[in-house]
């Protein structure tokens, strides 16, 4: 019976918390774990304003997609994660444009606190059978 298989991507920031930035099961479904506007080197948000922001955590999510042969296509359910509804409007706009129809399922809540007091996060679950551990 084969493993999952862990990535942790040496093109983003180095945490050094216990978790893997993506997880492949065995029947080929891959787990992005939460992503924000995180510069890849420094570790800090790139910016305090929402767009920069949400443009670095797409930009982390399209880095770890590209490592593991995968894109914005076989994404089948993100979780958007929002310190505050007033920023829902800017942020589906970018995510309208950083994904295209069909659209993945999608569920959008409001925490009351984010790493590095980001104000937005992502999570994902994407097809990744054609990659599937070996």
């Not at 992005?32 to 420094?42: C, K, M, N, R, Y």
């Not at 925490?111 to 996060?121: S, W, Y």
């Amino acid at each position: 019976m084969n493993e999952p298989s862990h990535l942790f991507s040496a093109k983003l920031f180095q945490s050094s918390a216990p978790f893997s930035h993506v997880t492949v099961s065995r029947g080929g479904l891959a787990f992005v774990s939460g992503l924000i506007g995180q510069a890849w080197d420094t570790g800090e948000l790139v910016s305090t304003e929402l767009r920069d922001q949400a443009e670095a955590m797409f930009d982390n999510l399209a880095v770890l997609m590209a490592e593991a042969g995968l894109d914005a296509r076989h994404v089948l359910r993100t979780t958007l994660y929002l310190t505050s509804y007033e920023d829902f409007a800017e942020v589906n706009a970018i995510y309208r444009e950083r994904l295209s129809e069909p659209y993945p399922s999608r569920v959008t809540m409001q925490v009351a606190g984010l790493p590095l007091g980001a104000r937005v996060q992502i999570d994902a679950v994407v097809d990744a059978a054609g990659i599937a551990s070996t």
